[in-house]
């Protein structure tokens, strides 16, 4: 059974800094992965997407990576806002599903 | 481009009450799921549909829940009676039909508390 860790679950930075976000994934078996950004009472948005045979995804000051080997995935933002202040969530597609699979996710805070 | 629609946005009732949540997918996406939503966890699968047709419900508790999908746009997922541990989030997600090739797209959410 497919199993996604986020590390750290909290995260509280000053604005301006870069910082990375942390996923694992128990089984490397995958199709793609998947980066969202949730506001408290909001549902999910889609940051990025990263196929299985890509190693990185970029969208203005997000990059996400993926080694796919090793069953692990970061999200970098760079100079951090207190906008991105959110929890951010990783979910991997197994191979023959498109069920998503989530972490429990990374509650993050940017303080001005 | 309209988003994935839901409704009602958040829901009360007591614990046996019927409840009911509608979702209107983006338009062209054929596939749509239901998750729902824990506080403090990750969304969790509850059904798939491509098209009509549900390919996914094995995690749908079936002695309560219920959905339905006609003419393969909008959907409404059921549950009667609603106990005390179905108060979550239930979200609805859309996207193009895939293999999983493509995003999921997902709406605002439903808030359901039962008391």
């Known amino acids: 059974k497919q199993e996604v860790t986020q590390i750290p679950a909290a995260l509280s930075v000053p604005e301006g800094e870069n910082l990375v976000l942390n996923c694992s994934f128990t089984?490397?078996?995958?199709?793609?992965l998947q980066w969202f950004r949730q506001d408290p009472g909001k549902g999910l948005t889609s940051l990025l997407l990263?196929?299985?045979?890509?190693r990185e995804q970029t969208s203005g000051r997000l990059n996400a990576s993926l080694d796919k080997s090793s069953g692990r995935s970061t999200l970098y933002i760079a100079a951090s806002q207190p906008g991105d202040s959110a929890t951010y969530l990783c979910a991997v597609i197994q191979g023959g599903s498109e069920k998503l699979v989530f972490g429990k996710g990374t509650k993050l805070t940017v303080n001005p | 481009e309209a988003g994935v629609v839901q409704s009602p946005r958040y829901k009360i009732i007591e614990k046996k009450q019927p409840v009911a949540f509608w979702c209107n997918p983006i338009s062209g996406h054929n596939t749509l799921y239901w998750y729902r939503q824990n506080l403090g966890q990750g969304p969790e699968l509850l059904i798939r549909?491509?098209?009509?047709?549900?390919?996914?419900d094995s995690q749908l508790p079936k002695d309560r829940f219920s959905a339905e999908r006609l003419k393969g746009v909008d959907s409404t997922l059921k549950i009667q009676p609603a106990e005390l541990g179905d108060s979550a989030v239930y979200l609805c997600a859309s996207s193009l039909p895939s293999g999983g090739a493509y995003e999921q797209y997902f709406g605002p959410g439903t808030r359901l508390t039962v008391t």
């Open positions: 549909y491509e098209n009509e047709e549900a390919v996914d």
């Open positions: 089984d490397s078996a995958i199709y793609n």
């Open positions: 990263i196929q299985s045979s890509q």
